[in-house]
């Protein structure tokens, strides 16, 4: 079945509410979207939202890639070539993993659209739902407390927390969350690069009752070395992000002396489901977990990853609320959200639709 038609466009979408962390301040996201029409009529969709501090490309150069001779010349393409189709456009667009992923979202919903199948359907579903954290930016404890509890009213169990200016105060605010909270919620921070190796030692010492989930990268892309200073045990619950960019990381960090027990994929961050296969497979083999994230996103592309997330059997983590913040989206369905259970609707691609 050909490719008969690619169109591209750019979606401003203001937040519901700004939020902070280590390095920035969020009010508003950029999302560039991407359509591939088959001669049959069917549609596939993708989206492009990378995080330019972390890969170094802006929402504003997906769009312009998405628009470029290589994309335009798909017109004509088999859609079962799908998977070369995603080669070449890693090969073309290297180290653009915003525009990667839209090209490898957009041809994985419509190819088993083509076929009659969902995403997760056709890699094999191993999970059927997982909870999702939901994220509460930098903030002092009172206003901490008091959106964590509006979660726990809308039926949350799980609490990301964003760290890394002060690690005295996050201190403070992990103690109080559990001394309010009790065992309601279970606890992930994430320090995005905001601490040195000595912040984190004191930061886990004092929070080791707190009994938190994970830390989710705690330290500066460069040091992770430094890491290999925390025991096994605490090395655990240390989670890569920004240190893991694609397949070649993953394999730097597995080996015997691992510095994190866990792999944070995200879609945007390593470039579409092609490139989590690399990852995934990588973590499998080193016993490493997944946790599965995202930036400000479409629904489109938050459930793709649950999708993907769902067909690895070593997925234990997932904190995908990228939409939930969203004030507008051009797209509806993919998931179900059930107290704080995030579960895909099993219709064929992605089982999103535009509104």
Request: hydrophobic residues 40%; aromatic residues 10%; glycine residues 8%.
């Amino acid at each position: 079945m050909k490719i008969v038609a690619v169109r591209s466009y750019l979606k401003n979408m203001a937040l519901t509410k700004p939020y902070t962390i280590a390095y920035n301040t969020f009010t508003n996201v950029s999302i560039a979207f991407l359509e591939i029409e088959l001669a049959n009529g069917v549609i596939g969709y993708g989206t492009g939202s990378p995080a330019e501090e972390v890969v170094g490309e802006t929402t504003l150069e997906t769009y312009t890639n998405l628009q470029s001779d290589f994309i335009k010349q798909l017109v004509g393409r088999d859609i079962q070539s799908f998977q070369q189709i995603i080669f070449e456009t890693n090969k073309h667009f290297y180290h653009k993993p915003g525009t990667i992923a839209a090209v490898d979202l957009a041809l994985h919903d419509a190819f088993c659209k083509f076929i009659g199948c969902s995403v997760a359907q056709y890699y094999g579903q191993k999970i059927k739902a997982l909870p999702t954290s939901v994220t509460i930016g930098i903030k002092n404890v009172q206003d901490t407390l008091a959106e964590a509890a509006g979660y726990k009213d809308l039926g949350f169990k799980i609490l990301k927390v964003k760290t890394g200016l002060a690690v005295e105060e996050d201190i403070e605010r992990v103690i109080k969350l559990k001394e309010k909270f009790g065992n309601h919620f279970k606890t992930r921070v994430d320090a995005n690069q905001g601490y040195t190796l000595q912040d984190l030692q004191k930061f886990i010492a004092a929070t080791r009752h707190a009994d938190l989930e994970l830390i989710e990268q705690p330290m500066k892309v460069g040091t992770e070395l430094e890491l290999l200073g925390l025991s096994w045990a605490d090395r655990k619950l240390i989670a890569a992000d920004e240190s893991l960019k694609d397949s070649q990381a993953a394999l730097q960090f597995a080996s015997n002396d691992k510095p994190f027990g866990i792999y944070n994929i995200k879609l945007m961050k390593c470039g579409g489901l092609m490139g989590a296969l690399g990852i995934a497979t990588i973590a499998g083999n080193a016993d490493i977990d997944l946790f599965w994230g995202c930036n400000d996103e479409s629904i489109l592309s938050i459930t793709a990853a649950l999708h993907f997330a769902y067909s690895c059997p070593h997925t234990k983590y997932i904190d995908l609320d990228g939409s939930f913040d969203l004030a507008e989206d051009i797209v509806t369905g993919g998931f179900t959200l059930v107290d704080g259970e995030m579960l895909i609707n099993h219709k064929i691609g992605f089982g999103c639709e535009l509104s």
